[in-house]
């Protein structure tokens, strides 16, 4: 069985969260070895000890297999992060999904996406608002990824199908369970025309700790997120909050002083958040950017680190060029010797999060592995 059936496994089984699967990463790089493992070795790992009993039947082939035919037999696709398609963007997270469920067109992982979120009970001048930007921007070639929760989220979604664009809708449920109910025919027409996503499991329902997780996956994709309309508790502004955690700029929609919807919104404007009035003040942010994405949808951008620029020879671009920039970079730096997380951050110029989530995809791609003492080696 190949690693990445052992990671869907993974990902699927039960007690099986991010940071464990994180840790059996960091620890054993041959993901194929686990479906021997019994539950003595699981337990000796630091499982619980109903965790570890199950985990042996859980893993093996025939088990996973059945599980995926049941994706399959409803159309979803399933990428992970070890997918040479998995989204680059969403590799700089601080914790990116080791899997993502999709239906519909998942080409748009790939394509240029601007998040927009707000409040689940809009004014009218938010829903106007909304429905101009996301309609504006569809027009502008940008896919627009939402939340399809109720209010903003709905209205971002519907305007940029009325312009026949692209959108993406990241759910908090199982990729099968619509949520809200109201939504029924959204969703379906999203799944036929854009794209579905989630990180859950098929059959996953609804509740409030899985919507914020989804959030970190609409800032994740997205080169910037917009805040339409929002109330200074609303949970759109969690979106924000992981933009801004992954160095992705944040713009917000200015309302009136004594709405209490608008009140989220101004709190941002006032932390430096970019100030929006029509679609141009987002796209302008971007053009070099847009231009190149069109001539290539899988470009990232490469400004983001002007001092770790390396010059490859083009026998060594022959060998890593699947790697990511950000991968070359650290691996260029390790072929001159091994070096831990302090000297790599220093030269890479890289902060702690992208330097955490680029190590981490270097060991999934089995080009280096961790010694103690944190120290990188390249394989």
Same mark, same amino acid.
């Not at 490469?302 to 001092?307: C, K």
């Not at 999934?364 to 394989?379: D, E, F, H, M």
């Given at each position: ?27 054993? =790089?041959?993901?194929?070895?686990? %479906? ?15 965790? =570890?009993?199950?985990?042996? =039947? ?18 979803? $696709? ?43 009970? %809009?004014? #009218?001048?938010?829903?106007?608002? /909304? ?7 569809? +027009? ?10 109720? !209010? ?5 979604? $519907?305007?940029?199908?009325?312009? @026949?664009?692209?959108?993406? #809708?990241?759910? !908090?449920?199982?990729? @099968? ?5 109201? @939504?029924?025919?959204? *969703? ?11 990180? *859950?499991?098929? !059959? ?5 700790? &899985?919507? %914020? ?5 609409? #800032? ?8 339409? +309309? ?23 929609? %200015? ?17 430096? /958040? ?5 679609? #141009?003040?987002?796209?302008? +942010? ?16 490469? @400004? ?6 390396? +010059? ?41 999060? &992208? ?25």
């Amino acid at each position: 069985m190949d690693e990445r059936s052992v990671l869907i496994g993974l990902h699927q089984a039960a007690g099986i969260g991010w940071k464990r699967i994180y840790d059996i990463l960091q620890q054993h =790089a041959d993901l194929r070895e686990l %479906p021997e493992w019994d539950a003595g070795r699981w337990r000796r790992l630091g499982m619980p000890d109903k965790v =570890a009993q199950s985990l042996p =039947a859980q893993l093996q082939e025939e088990c996973i297999r059945e599980r995926l035919s049941l994706y399959y037999d409803k159309g979803i $696709e399933i990428m992970t992060i070890m997918d040479e398609a998995y989204p680059i963007l969403m590799k700089e997270i601080a914790q990116p999904p080791w899997v993502l469920y999709t239906k519909g067109r998942q080409e748009l992982l790939s394509s240029f996406c601007i998040g927009m979120v707000g409040t689940r009970v %809009p004014t #009218a001048y938010g829903r106007k608002v /909304a429905e101009l930007l996301a309609g504006d921007m569809a +027009e502008r070639g940008v896919t627009v990824v939402s939340g399809m929760a109720r !209010g903003i989220d709905s209205v971002c979604h $519907e305007a940029v199908l009325q312009k @026949n664009g692209n959108t993406i #809708a990241v759910l !908090g449920t199982g990729i @099968n369970v619509i949520y809200p109910p109201e @939504n029924r025919s959204l *969703y379906h027409t999203i799944a036929e025309r854009g794209l579905i996503v989630s990180e *859950y499991p098929i !059959g996953t329902r609804s509740s409030p700790g &899985l919507f %914020p997780q989804r959030n970190r996956i609409i #800032a994740g994709l997205s080169h910037g997120s917009i805040v339409v +309309e929002a109330d200074v508790r609303s949970g759109s502004l969690i979106t924000a909050d992981y933009a801004m955690d992954s160095n992705r700029d944040v713009f917000a929609v %200015p309302g009136p002083i004594t709405s209490p919807k608008s009140q989220g919104t101004l709190a941002l404007l006032k932390q430096g /958040a970019i100030l929006v009035t029509e679609a #141009a003040d987002i796209t302008k +942010e971007y053009d070099s950017i847009l231009l190149n994405w069109c001539d290539n949808p899988y470009k990232k951008e490469e @400004n983001g680190h002007p001092d770790a620029v390396v +010059e490859l020879s083009s026998a060594i671009m022959s060998d890593i060029s699947y790697l990511t920039e950000d991968e070359k970079t650290i691996y260029l730096i390790l072929e001159q010797g091994d070096a831990n997380i302090d000297e790599l951050q220093l030269q890479s110029k890289f902060d702690f999060g &992208l330097l955490h989530t680029v190590l981490l995809s270097l060991i999934i791609k089995k080009q280096i592995s961790q010694r103690s003492g944190a120290i990188y080696t390249l394989i």
